[in-house]
């Protein structure tokens, strides 16, 4: 019973240790889309539907800062994007 227990510890310690010392994948991050209604400009009325474009950057923000700096794009797109969103009138 000892054994299995010990065993078992052991096997734990491994796997911990293998989490931390294992480096992190290299990985790409894709950019993040939303489609959303929107209006087509600020000096105009005509809503439209948009695809917004979330970018990471690598530009420094302050220590404090719990965020991550992104660039935001936007464009026009079809309709047929926004068709399952409620349109505002």
Known sequence: MVKY???????IELILLTGFVKS????TIRDSE?????????SNSQVVC???????TNRKLPEL????????YSQVVN??????LTRPV
């Open 24 to 27: 992190h994948a290299n990985g």
């Open 50 to 56: 948009k695809k917004m474009i979330f970018h990471p």
């Open 34 to 42: 939303l489609f959303i209604w929107d209006y087509a400009s600020l």
């Open 79 to 84: 309709d047929e994007y926004c068709s399952n």
């Open 5 to 11: 227990i010990v065993i078992a510890l052991i096997t």
């Open 65 to 72: 800062s719990d965020m991550q700096p992104i660039n935001i």
